[in-house]
């Protein structure tokens, strides 16, 4: 605990970083008190915002870092990603990520995880990985971390992460399509459900033997996993998956929201 006497600072917290606030403090300033000159990263996390929701603090009028030591009386504005506005890039307060963004699901997200596989974006899960270990994966990785567990977005190793809203998968994915502007930009169908391998087109005298007699007759275009090997072709279930895809990545998804 830090001596001294008691300072403020007023926040304000723009767009859906409001969903971590209580209802009655979004959408205005929100005094914070504090002793000596915590890092402006510390004062963010301490209202329950994850660094990783935040793209951009502006104290004062300036942009700065989340290294910036907040002083008594500052006014400090949060925003999160814009879409629709080019930064400079040193006006953010981390580096961007990987483009098209690669990601790594929590152990509650694995059906979110076959979805964004089926949209062909790079989904890595593994239920095995406890929250250390996604932390370092991610790192390591350039990967961002999906997950609905604040904490696990307050791990510092955790650069890049996005805390999803919604428990219901379909609108996840919409979240994560808007979040990281992947709408128009997807290739559904490129990516192994089962393990997040790439497919790749394979003729069917190579995969004829692993056949059952009626797909053997019936189909004649095939893919094949480039990791687990597994064998894909547009069976009875393609229609179904055709309107999954519709569903989630068209131009006006569930998870459209304002801000
Ligand atoms: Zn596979």
Known sequence: MTAGPVLTAEFRFYGDLGDFLPASDRQRPRRYRF???PSVKDAIEAQHVPHTEVEVVV???VPVGFGYHLGHGDRVAVYPPFRRLDLPPDACVRPR???PPAFLLDVHLGKLARLLRLL???AAYDPALDDPAIARTAEAEGRVVLTRDRRLLHRKRVVHGYCVRSDDPETQAGEVLDRYGLRGRLRPFSRCLACNGM???VPKTEVVHC???KTRRYYHQFRRCDRCGRV???GSHAPRLDALVGRVAGPAGKAN???
């Open 35 to 37: 002793r000596g000159s």
């Open 59 to 61: 104290a004062n009028g």
């Open 97 to 99: 990520p990987l483009d």
């Open 120 to 122: 062909g974006l790079d």
């Open 199 to 201: 497919l790749r087109d």
């Open 211 to 213: 056949l059952e007699p």
């Open 232 to 234: 894909f072709w547009r």
């Open 257 to 259: 929201r304002g801000g």
